[in-house]
């Protein structure tokens, strides 16, 4: 069982929808979640990030970590063609490595 | 603005052929990070390093190399390209340190082609 799981299937969404991305995880020991923005022949940056459980909003991106579950969510409200990208979430013990989910291709359709 | 630089966006190379990667950061980061990322793959780790001429391997470290002579340089090496490495590399750094978020900056990447 790989340390994270995402579902890389591409989503398309219409102008206005909420996106809703998500990940699960099989180490405990993760405390930092985070989630990267990859546009087309970019390299990843970092959207946002919590630690330990709760919720997060910035603007109209919300980050949410079940830690009981294992499970971690993003969501895009009001989305815009500019979000176009790959979402990738990433997670961290604390130390110096960061483990990745394949990324999620999401595409607002205007 | 904080920047990772890496210096070929597009390389095209044939099979056998010796291949350098450059990546520099201006951050004065202590950790730098050679990743690849294949469609299906995700981001895979080759090689990182914590400090100047230190390194450690990744989860795929075959048949790459790294270099790193100053803190704010670190190169990865294809001694002899095969087009199984044909793929997106990207180049990383953070600060060091357990606790806080380990969060990465990446450079735009360096398509590599081998034929």
């Known amino acids: 069982q790989k340390e994270v799981e995402q579902d890389p299937g591409p989503l398309s969404v219409p102008e206005g929808a909420i996106v809703s991305l998500n990940c699960t995880y099989s180490?405990?020991?993760?405390?930092?979640f985070m989630w990267y923005r990859q546009y087309s022949r970019k390299g990843p940056e970092l959207l946002m990030y919590?630690?330990?459980?709760g919720n997060k909003e910035d603007g109209r991106f919300t980050a949410q970590v079940d830690k009981s579950s294992k499970y971690i969510s993003l969501f895009i409200r009001d989305s815009q063609p500019s979000d176009s990208a790959t979402y990738l979430c990433?997670?961290?013990?604390?130390?110096?490595?960061?483990?990745f989910g394949k990324g999620n291709q999401v595409v607002v359709i205007p | 603005d904080v920047k990772v630089t890496q210096s070929s966006r597009y390389l095209v190379k044939r099979t056998g052929e010796k291949v350098f990667l450059e990546c520099v950061q201006d951050?004065?980061?202590?950790?730098m990070f050679w990743y690849r990322q294949d469609p299906g793959l995700g981001l895979r780790l080759i090689y990182f390093?914590?400090?100047?001429?230190?390194?450690e391997k990744g989860d795929i470290p075959e048949g790459y190399s790294v270099s790193r002579e100053k803190k704010e340089r670190f190169s990865l090496i294809l001694e002899s390209a095969s087009t199984n490495q044909t793929s997106m590399y990207l180049c990383?750094?953070?600060?060091?340190?357990?606790?806080?978020?380990?969060?990465?900056?990446f450079g735009e990447g360096s398509r590599l082609t081998v034929l």
């Open positions: 390093s914590y400090d100047v001429k230190m390194k």
């Open positions: 990383a750094s953070s600060q060091l340190g357990t606790g806080g978020t380990g969060e990465l900056f």
């Open positions: 919590t630690y330990s459980s």
């Open positions: 990433a997670m961290s013990k604390g130390n110096n490595r960061l483990a």
């Open positions: 951050m004065d980061h202590e950790n």
């Open positions: 180490n405990s020991a993760f405390q930092y």
